[in-house]
């Protein structure tokens, strides 16, 4: 089984040509990841919800480019979770803007 939670934050950017604007705007992001867990097991649903929060707390009311030496697109703040994650390991992340209707997802399953 996978359990999940899910977080949102607001961050600015500006992306360069020909990514995107290379102005500075923002947005409103949503993240998702996902860990192992079982039926019969503890959850680990508090350490989950954690460290979401504490990973939120690092990208909300940020300047993304401040942050990361990539361009600051949906896949780099997918590998930008993933490199600071510290609780149960991850499984899935995934990365989107609902007013745009669109993201990325990252899953261990695709690489192995």
Avoid at 14 to 35: E, F, K, T
């Amino acid at each position: 089984m996978l359990l999940y939670t899910t977080f949102c934050f607001e961050a600015s950017h500006s992306l360069a040509a020909p990514i995107g604007q290379p102005q500075v705007h923002g947005h409103s992001y949503w993240a998702r990841v996902w860990v192992e867990s079982a039926a019969q097991a503890i959850t680990p649903l508090p350490g989950l919800e954690t460290e979401a929060r504490r990973v939120a707390a690092l990208l909300d009311h940020q300047h993304l480019n401040d942050l990361m030496e990539a361009q600051p697109t949906m896949e780099a703040l997918v590998e930008f979770i993933k490199a600071r994650w510290q609780g149960p390991a991850l499984q899935r992340v995934q990365v989107w803007r609902e007013s745009l209707g669109c993201g990325v997802e990252w899953s261990a399953l695709s690489v192995r």
